[in-house]
């Protein structure tokens, strides 16, 4: 069987890393924190395991993912780094 893992990336502090749209990453990292972070499973570490996709995803386009009945934040996993949060659905099917 294959699974599909789709990833995003929120930086905690986007004014320190280099080459993005802070103003954009730093209204992600707060839409996210003030209102889906409690609602999210965490996570300490998720391997890859054989047979699974990953799917690199933005923000805006991994939110979409989030249709609050196939897939709801409760869903979503979450590891929580120092820099940042990575957001993760695994699923068995293409999304």
Known sequence: MENYLYKAVI???????????????TANRDDFVNN???QTLHVDDLELMSNVFLIEKT???FKTLVDGSTV???????????WFYDLYILSENPL
């Open 11 to 25: 930086y905690k502090e986007p004014d320190k890393i280099g080459n993005m749209d802070v103003t954009a990453e």
């Open 36 to 38: 889906y972070l409690s």
């Open 59 to 61: 923000y805006a386009d």
């Open 72 to 82: 709801t934040w409760t869903n979503v996993r979450v590891e929580d780094g120092s």
